[in-house]
């Protein structure tokens, strides 16, 4: 088990421009989340995938970005013509089923200048 | 979704003191986790506990779900145990866990 792991660690980006982030769940969970989080305040879901079906989206998911899960092993979550908005920590949590605890990874700091 | 409220915002405690964390939520829910996170960021595991009480150590932490609330107690605090703690209620769906803006614990020496 070496938990959830998130690259980069840290994202400096211009306004306007697209960014991807990866997360590699640990092994055999299926169930894979995406949380935002900003400064003061506690995480907010964005998308969950069970395997890799996306099953919910929070009207946070606006359509710029993107979250996928190919073959429901890894997840990547893009984020096209990037606002200073967007400026948060993007943070990936698995779990082995949906009556399993969150396992977080140390999360992607993503800054939009 | 489910709201999640939790007391105090900020705690500063001198070490060795006790402690204990209060988190209200909104509507019934099928499990809760506690979580610390670090000054790193890291959000860290302590407690998943539907109901009842669980100890780990100096932590330990009680759900009573009827009445929807969560308890987290920490003894003899340490320096380490600065951070944010935050209460994470699972709705009924299974689906979605929901955080509260947490406690910030700052512990002096």
């Known amino acids: 088990d070496t938990g959830v792991s998130q690259n980069p660690r840290h994202k400096i980006t211009k306004r306007g421009q697209n960014v991807t982030f990866r997360c590699d769940p640990i092994?055999?969970?299926?169930?894979l989340y995406w949380y935002r989080q900003t400064l003061g305040q506690g995480p907010e879901f964005l998308t969950y995938?069970?395997?890799?079906?996306?099953?919910?989206k929070s009207r946070l998911l606006s359509d710029r970005f993107s979250a996928e899960r190919p073959k429901g092993s890894f997840s990547t979550l893009e984020i096209q013509r990037t606002e200073q908005g967007d400026s948060a920590m993007y943070l990936c949590?698995?779990?082995?089923?949906?009556?399993?605890?969150?396992?977080f990874g140390n999360g992607t700091r993503l800054t939009v200048t | 979704g489910i709201q999640v409220e939790q007391s105090p915002p900020d705690l500063i405690l001198q070490e060795g003191a006790n402690s204990t964390l209060r988190c209200n939520f909104s509507?019934?829910?099928?499990?809760l986790q506690w979580f610390h996170q670090n000054p790193w960021g890291q959000l860290i595991n302590l407690f998943y506990?539907?109901?009842g009480t669980k100890q780990n150590g100096r932590l330990s932490a009680t759900t009573v779900a009827t009445e929807r609330y969560s308890l987290l107690y920490i003894s003899s605090s340490q320096t380490t145990d600065s951070g944010v703690y935050f209460c994470?209620?699972?709705?009924?769906?299974?689906?979605?866990?929901?955080f509260g803006t947490g406690t910030s614990l700052t512990v002096i020496p």
């Open positions: 995938f069970q395997n890799e079906a996306q099953l919910e």
């Open positions: 506990i539907p109901s």
């Open positions: 994470a209620p699972r709705d009924g769906t299974g689906n979605q866990f929901y």
């Open positions: 509507d019934s829910v099928n499990n």
């Open positions: 949590a698995s779990s082995l089923d949906g009556a399993s605890p969150l396992h």
């Open positions: 092994s055999e969970h299926n169930r």
